[in-house]
């Protein structure tokens, strides 16, 4: 199994950027597809976006696309999210995630360790 550990948030103005990264504990991290999701107050836990074992696929949520990049470094047991052009609307709690086998990306019931969240504040 995989523990998934997030860092790399803060508060930032609009129009900046953040990195934030996911350090998974185990062995197998190469097994697991991973995941970024968020969740603002009041709102359902959404999908962000993903990336497969090797990194060769990813996938991004609609909102946030041309804007943030999800990566991995399978040496370091690490995946990344970079976001650039940041709006108060990406404000939110961001979650790491793995599944073992992940068929539908987008949806949670596929992710079997989930991290404590990352805080991203995004100012106006």
């Known amino acids: 199994q995989v523990q998934p550990v997030e860092s790399g948030g803060g508060l930032v103005q609009a129009g900046g950027s953040l990195r934030l990264s996911c350090a998974a504990s185990g062995r197998t991290f190469s097994s697991y597809g991973m995941g970024w999701f968020r969740q603002a107050p009041g709102k359902e836990r959404e999908f962000v976006a993903a990336i497969s074992r090797s990194g060769s696929i990813t996938y991004n949520t609609d909102s946030v696309k041309g804007r943030f990049t999800i990566s991995r470094d399978n040496a370091k047991n690490t995946v990344y999210l970079q976001m650039n052009s940041l709006k108060p609307e990406d404000t939110a709690l961001y979650y790491c995630?793995?599944?073992?086998?992940?068929?539908?990306?987008?949806?949670?019931?596929?992710?079997?360790?989930w991290g404590q969240g990352t805080q991203v504040t995004v100012s106006s």
């Open positions: 995630a793995a599944g073992r086998n992940i068929i539908t990306a987008m949806s949670r019931l596929s992710y079997d360790y």
